[in-house]
């Protein structure tokens, strides 16, 4: 197992870190990770010592603090419970889950990275967790036994490794990355989020010093328009997260009430478009304020900046980048220019994909909407919409997959050579996710002969990537837009 450490002053502080998370999971597998984590955290003895975890995209972490003795017995009761996970706390844990997982906010940052990355690799993270309640403990033993080896592991320390640390982990070897493929090819591109509270923009960008300074002149520049000049916006925000060695994902943000949101895309615009052009006097600014938190009077204590180089390092680990310290990076930063971070920008907008409200007007620079179709229609049987004439959508089913037909003559299609996952109720219902996130819903109350249809869909799907989600509420079941006078006067008028 790869281990390091600094040597920062008492309490001993450690975290574990494996390469695999949400990431390397498909969508009817997604959550046996975080089932796993939550049943060795189970397993521990409430001593009341700080100790915790989570699971990310590329990586599974336990994070403890205390003396040695304490951070060595965490350390190894987690590797014994990953090597031996107990079926007395599966169903539990299960619950929990659940509840975690019905209480969790929205995330636009997750659902941008779903737009982008359909129902694989990063775009899971804005999936839900399906693989929870479906799995058996086999399965999770079987992820367990090929994931959490010691070759896939990191171990990071705050002081020199004790004596007595002793960690036990089948061998295997690092877990590499999946590619980062997107799913959308022209760009720039938008869609619809009503849910996100106002307009964000999401790129995928390189990992370089420049990065650092555009996102301290972009937050600048959107809270100085949006919330002190116009008063649109009360909390805009910009995020950076890795995804690779390489590649980062980049976030500019602004909120705001809902009466207002078309005039906040405007503005948003304004400071989106106007970022292509940056003076050094701006770079310089942003340079010193980042200064300040690094180096200066706002920088944290020497011994949790050391700790905070050790987690970094860990997670380069993981992601596959050669670790830089802390000063290598400043003094790079100190070395960046307006046209180090012009370039940038051009990177931001050649890889912009914009969240938008739904009332907003269409603006150039969005670009295309990222819901065109990308496969063609299926050929097959052909059903009618319950309620036709009045609603002219079609339904095409066959043993390539099932399209929706709507009147426009655009579609929506989900192939089974394509499927990630085909989630069905007890009332007939199926909900057909294609790996680029695309969903095909069919509600046999919606269609002529429905319960055949889904049926005979439900029956072309392979066995393993079906997913029983049970009854639902008698009010979730929709019914005909439409009454039979209606669609008897409607075949009147049409002919």
Same mark, same amino acid.
């Given at each position: ?43 521990? *003895?409430?001593? /009341? ?16 603090? /205390? ?6 017995? &965490? ?13 007395? #706390? ?128 972009? +937050? ?6 949006? $919330? ?5 916006? +009360? ?22 009430? #809902? ?11 304004? =400071? ?48 596959? $980048? ?16 307006? /046209?180090?971070?012009?370039? &940038? ?8 994909? &914009? ?6 007007? =269409? ?14 229609? =299926? ?12 609603? $002219?959508?079609?339904?095409? +089913? ?7 037909? &709507? ?9 089974? *050579? ?5 989630? +069905? ?12 996130? =695309? ?41 005909? $837009? ?14």
């Amino acid at each position: 197992m790869t281990t390091i450490w600094t040597d920062a002053p008492a309490p001993l502080r450690a975290g574990l870190l494996f390469r695999t998370g949400r990431i390397d999971e498909t969508l009817v597998t997604a959550g046996q990770t975080h089932l796993i984590e939550h049943m060795v955290l189970s397993m521990m *003895s409430d001593s /009341g010592r700080d100790q915790n975890g989570f699971v990310g995209g590329a990586v599974t972490a336990f994070f403890t603090m /205390g003396q040695p003795q304490e951070v060595c017995g &965490f350390l190894a009761d987690v590797c014994n419970g990953l090597t031996a996970l107990r079926s007395d #706390r599966l169903e539990g844990e299960k619950q929990v889950l659940a509840a975690e997982n019905a209480a969790r906010p929205y995330n636009l940052y997750l659902n941008l990275l779903t737009w982008r990355y359909g129902a694989v690799g990063y775009g899971l993270m804005g999936m839900p967790e399906l693989g929870i309640q479906r799995s058996t403990l086999e399965d999770l033993r079987e992820r367990s036994e090929q994931r959490f080896i010691d070759g896939n592991a990191i171990l990071w320390l705050s002081g020199p490794p004790p004596a007595d640390l002793h960690l036990r982990l089948p061998h295997g070897t690092r877990q590499a990355l999946p590619a980062l493929v997107s799913v959308e090819q022209a760009f720039p591109s938008w869609f619809v989020d009503d849910a996100c509270g106002g307009i964000a923009a999401g790129a995928t960008v390189p990992r370089v010093s420049a990065a650092t300074i555009f996102g301290e002149i972009a +937050y600048r520049r959107l809270r100085k328009r949006l $919330r002190t000049m116009e008063a649109v916006s +009360y909390a805009p925000s910009v995020s950076y997260e890795p995804l690779n060695a390489d590649t980062a994902h980049l976030v500019l943000y602004g909120d705001s009430d #809902r009466d207002r949101r078309a005039e906040l895309v405007n503005v948003f615009g304004d =400071v989106f478009n106007g970022l292509r052009k940056v003076d050094e006097a701006e770079v310089e600014a942003a340079r010193k304020q980042i200064s300040e938190h690094w180096t200066g009077a706002l920088a944290p204590p020497r011994a949790d900046l050391m700790v905070l180089e050790a987690k970094r390092a860990a997670m380069d680990w993981i992601l596959g $980048r050669e670790f830089e310290p802390a000063d290598l990076n400043y003094a790079q930063l100190q070395v960046v220019s307006a /046209g180090d971070v012009e370039t &940038f920008v051009h990177d931001v907008e050649a890889t912009a994909m &914009f969240a938008v409200p739904g009332k907003a007007a =269409v603006q150039p620079w969005f670009g295309k909407p990222a819901w065109l179709p990308r496969v063609p229609v =299926v050929k097959g049987h052909e059903a009618i919409c319950v309620d036709a004439p009045i609603r $002219r959508e079609r339904l095409v +089913y066959g043993p390539e997959g099932v399209s929706v037909i &709507f009147p426009d003559s655009s579609h929506c299609t989900v192939r089974y *050579s394509e499927l990630a996952a085909a989630l +069905y109720h007890d009332d007939g219902c199926v909900r057909l996710v294609g790996s680029d996130a =695309v969903t095909v819903v069919v509600e046999p109350t919606l269609w002529r002969n429905g319960q055949n249809i889904c049926r005979s869909i439900r029956e072309g799907v392979p066995e393993h990537l079906l997913v029983r989600l049970g009854p639902r509420p008698a009010d979730a079941i929709p019914k005909p $837009r439409t009454t039979a006078w209606q669609r008897f006067r409607a075949r009147l008028t049409k002919h």
